[in-house]
Structures are given as C-alpha cells and as structure tokens.
C-alpha cells in the first residue's frame, strides 16, 4: 500500500486526489495538511493539528504537493530532512525552488510536473513533431484559459509548452511575449506569444497555434476534470515509491508503464 501525505489536501486538487484515491486499491491518503494544519488518518490521538508537516509524516510516505510555493517550499525541506519521495505540482515556482528540488533529489526521488494529465504529454509531444516538420518562419502563440481563482500567470504548462518550442527553434526565454499591449509594429518571428484568459470554472485549456502564411493549424487539449491531474499524480507517487534519489519527469513514468501500474 503506497502511504500518501497530501499538502494542500482542502485545495481543488486536494479534494481530486483524495476522490482518485478512493478508486485505486493500492493507495491511500495517510495525512492531509493544509493552511489549517496537519492530520494523520491512522494517528492513535487522532489530529495533530498543531505540529504541521514533519510532525505527521512518517518513513516510507510519498509526499504529494498541490499547495503554492510556500506549501511547496515546506514540503520540499521535509523531504530533503527525512529523504521522503516528493510528487509535486504546484506552478508558479522560481528558479530558486528548482534548485531546492535538486537538493531534495540527491536524497529521494522527485517528480515535479506542471501537468500531469496524459493529453498533455501527448499534446507536447504533438506540438513538436508539427515543429519539426514546419518551417520556422511559422508563428507559434500559445494560449491558455483557466478559471478565475488560478493565482499564476502564465500556467506552468503555457510555459512548458513555450520552453519546448524555443528549444525546438534554438531560441531563449527572451522570445516569449507575455501578451501585446503597448508594442507597436509588426510579430517578430523570433517570437512566441502566451496569452492567458481568466474566467468562470475552466479547469485547463491550452491551445498551440501555428501560423503561417494562407494557412494555420491549431493543437489543443481541454481538462474537463480534475481527475486527469489527480490519477496522474497517483501514478507518479506509485513510481517514486520504489525509486532511486533522483530528478524525474511524467515521460520516466510512462517509459515504465507496465513496471509501475499506470491506470490510465
Ligand atoms: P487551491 O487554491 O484550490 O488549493 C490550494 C490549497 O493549498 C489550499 O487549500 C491552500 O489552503 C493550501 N495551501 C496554500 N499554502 C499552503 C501551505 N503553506 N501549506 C499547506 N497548504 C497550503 O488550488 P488548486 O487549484 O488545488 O491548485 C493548487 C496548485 O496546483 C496550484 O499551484 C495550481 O496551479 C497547481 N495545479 C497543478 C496541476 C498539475 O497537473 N500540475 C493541475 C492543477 C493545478
């Protein structure tokens, strides 16, 4: 049974883990800790609200993050302290928690990943097998919806998805053109476009738009539930419960699909 310790567990994503973990006979959430404080499910005195994080986690937990960057940040220090497997996907981290992530790899497995439902990967995967097969005078824009209460912009997967096409066409971070009010004159092509909208209860919306001359093609994937994210952080827990110490991404888990026990 691969014991879960939740952060973030009153969240969106907290409360979707925990319904996807109701489904999967091999997992179970262990302890929940929130803003409010730290449970654990199996604590002979019940609650041990006051003592956070690193008073309910116990040898041969995973730890499973979608907080913010603070929560993260705890998590992270944990992990590193008590060399306790971490699945994170919080977004709106900076360079300084991904060198904190290294850290905590050199002790126990991690598997960080903006988005961690299939359609997405396959939806990566998508976008650069189209760039690879265009010329690079073809404009790429990206743009993302989400729903009113998401506090980072960008998302994390406008951006990845931004980083895989500047990889692909040799260019930096500088190319990307965070919407375009104030310029004047006409897109560069050395430039890729994020636009991101916020409304209502969009769960996940990325689209990939390349452009070129008379004609156009559009590669979109649509989170309709939470679900998606949820079972796929599940599969990454069960992945870093028998790892060794070290950076993973969602691809390492589907290279070992039939080892580890991806449901989806
Ligand atoms: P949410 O606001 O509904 O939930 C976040 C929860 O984290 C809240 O309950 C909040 O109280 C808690 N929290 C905040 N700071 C904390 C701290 N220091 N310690 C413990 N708990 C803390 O947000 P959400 O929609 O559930 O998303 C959470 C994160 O996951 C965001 O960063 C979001 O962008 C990300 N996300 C990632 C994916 C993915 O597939 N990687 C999918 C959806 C959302």
Redesign the pocket.
């Known amino acids: 049974m691969i014991s879960i310790v939740l952060?973030?567990?009153?969240?969106?994503?907290?409360?979707?883990i925990e319904a996807a973990a109701a489904t999967e006979r091999d997992v179970t959430i262990a302890a929940r800790?929130?803003?409010?404080g730290a449970r654990r499910a199996d604590s002979p005195d019940g609650a041990s609200a006051a003592r956070g994080?690193g008073g309910v986690v116990r040898d041969g937990d995973v730890v499973v993050d979608?907080?913010?960057?603070?929560?993260?940040?705890?998590?992270a220090e944990v992990c590193r302290a008590r060399a306790l497997p971490l699945v994170?996907?919080?977004?709106?981290l900076g360079t300084d928690d991904d060198a904190l992530l290294d850290e905590v790899a050199k002790r126990a497995p991690v598997l960080r990943?903006?988005?961690?439902?299939l359609g997405?990967l396959a939806l990566r995967a998508a976008v650069r097998a189209a760039l690879d097969s265009l010329p690079a005078t073809w404009d790429i824009e990206i743009v993302e919806r989400?729903?009113r209460?998401?506090?980072?912009s960008p998302?994390?997967?406008a951006l990845a998805l931004a980083q895989d096409a500047a990889r692909q066409r040799g260019l930096g971070e500088d190319a990307f053109r965070h919407g375009r009010s104030g310029r004047v004159g006409p897109r560069q092509t050395a430039e890729i476009g994020l636009h991101s909208v916020r409304g209502g209860s969009w769960?996940?919306d990325h689209a990939v738009l390349l452009a070129g001359a008379g004609e156009s093609l559009e590669l979109r994937h649509v989170?309709e539930d939470?679900a998606?994210?949820a079972h796929?952080?599940l599969a990454a827990a069960r992945f870093l419960a028998t790892a060794p110490p070290a950076r993973y991404a969602l691809e390492d888990l589907l290279q070992h699909r039939g080892r580890s026990g991806v449901h989806r």
């Open positions: 952060v973030g567990a009153d969240g969106r994503m907290g409360r979707a800790v929130d803003q409010s994080l979608f907080s913010a960057p603070e929560g993260f940040r705890a998590a994170t996907g919080t977004t709106g990943s903006a988005n961690f439902s997405v989400h729903h209460a998401k506090v980072d998302s994390g997967t769960i996940g989170a939470r998606a994210f796929g952080a």
